[in-house]
Structure formats: C-alpha cells, structure tokens
C-alpha cells in the first residue's frame, strides 16, 4: 500500500521578499512584475495536482527530490536564516526531517521544504533558481515583490 496523498502546510513559510547577497552570493525571491498577477494562481493550481498524489508518485514523476548534498543544505540555510529563522531552529528541521525541493512551472520557481508524517512544510520560493543556479534559467527582469500590495518597488 502506497503512502497517504500529500498535504501541504503553509506553516513556516517565509511571506516577505529578499533581494540581497547572502555570504557571497545574490540571492532573491522575487518574480517578474508581469508575472505577478498570476504567480499564486499558478503556485496553487500546482500544488492541488500534487496533492492528488504521494512523495513517492511525486519523485517518480521527477517533480520533487530529496536534497541530501551537503553544499546545497548549507545553502538553503543560510537563505533560512537570512529570512530570519535561528540557526537552532534550521539544524532541528534539518537533522530530524528530510528537505525536499519542488519544481512549481518548467521555469525558474522551485519550492524548498520539509516533510514530516505525510505533510511537506512549505518553507521558501526560490522563483528565479538561484539556489542550484542553472544556465538554462536566467534572472527575470523588473522584478517586483510577490507579497507585497502597495509599494512593490522596495
């Protein structure tokens, strides 16, 4: 019997934008401004069709994988904790759970989190692929905050 289908929870998710170098390295969760008026659409419209399905199915379709390189999960904490999480905090989740990402469109906008008794912890969008950087994808231009209502230019 395959595991239960997957719940998604919106608990610790980081709701602010970054835009900064992070130890060295440009690191940004915005979006494209002509991508804005769709962009939760779209992350939701993804993630009911992933919810119709297990981890297992998910990973089989090559939809998510678990991130087990090292370099990569020193990464994804420092962005944790430049988003304000505590470095004890980042080491429980990381030591006790296992960190996935998620592709969201065949572009840039991956998904980071954990999972934990069949529900995976929506932590950050890495919507222009800058964790594991790829040549294929490259930086949107007049990006603007994806969280933000009035003022977006900050």
């Not at 992070?22 to 494209?32: C, V």
């Not at 939760?40 to 069709?49: D, H, N, P």
């Amino acid at each position: 019997m395959l595991p239960k289908k997957l719940v998604f929870s919106f608990k610790y998710l980081v709701n602010r934008c970054l835009d900064d170098k992070i130890k060295g390295k440009y690191f940004t969760n915005k979006i494209s401004k002509k991508e804005k008026i769709s962009f939760f659409a779209r992350v939701f419209s993804t993630l009911k069709i992933y919810s119709d399905y297990n981890l297992i199915e998910l990973g089989q379709q090559k939809i998510c994988y678990q991130i087990k390189e090292e370099k990569i999960l020193w990464r994804l904490s420092e962005i944790l904790q430049a988003f304000g999480h505590n470095e004890e905090w980042i080491t429980k989740i990381f030591y006790n759970y296992p960190i996935y990402k998620f592709k969201i469109t065949s572009g840039n906008l991956r998904m980071f989190g954990y999972y934990s008794e069949n529900v995976f912890y929506v932590l950050f969008f890495d919507t222009q692929h800058l964790v594991e950087p790829d040549d294929k994808f490259g930086i949107a231009d007049n990006l603007t905050c994806a969280w933000c209502i009035k003022n977006c230019d900050e």
